[in-house]
């Protein structure tokens, strides 16, 4: 079992930066991936961004150049660094984790079994 608790989210302008954190309640230890989800109103959960176990990652094209995860040497903590946001990035965040192998991550819902609570962001025009 993994717990998961998202930190870091607020309210900013435009063009602004976020950070979120996400601490995990034990290490992935080598095998683990971890990534963020969010969740717009009325729109269904969607990847933003994944880092697998050998730290590769993955990002949906409206995070590319804008916003970079990263995670700490223990694997138990995932940052989302978010810069330049826009107020279509508004929503709720999901740290999402995995247990098993995966060299090269995909945003996919199914792939994960750990979920966190979520934090919110919201940015204004």
């Known amino acids: 079992q993994v717990q998961l608790v998202e930190s870091g989210g607020g309210s900013v302008q435009a063009g602004g930066s976020l950070r979120l954190s996400c601490a995990a309640s034990?290490?992935?230890?080598?095998?683990?991936?971890m990534a963020w989800f969010r969740q717009a109103p009325g729109k269904e959960r969607e990847g933003v961004a994944a880092?697998?176990?050998?730290?590769?990652?993955t990002y949906a094209d409206s995070a590319k150049g804008r916003f970079t995860i990263s995670q700490d040497n223990a694997k138990k903590t995932l940052y989302l660094q978010m810069n330049s946001l826009k107020p279509e990035d508004t929503a709720m965040y999901y740290c999402?984790?995995?247990?098993?192998?995966?060299?090269?991550?995909?945003?996919?819902?199914?792939?994960?079994?750990?979920w966190g609570q979520g934090t919110q962001v919201t940015v204004s025009s």
């Open positions: 999402a984790a995995e247990t098993s192998y995966r060299y090269t991550p995909r945003l996919l819902r199914g792939d994960f079994t750990y």
């Open positions: 034990r290490t992935l230890y080598t095998s683990g991936y």
């Open positions: 880092i697998g176990s050998a730290r590769t990652t």
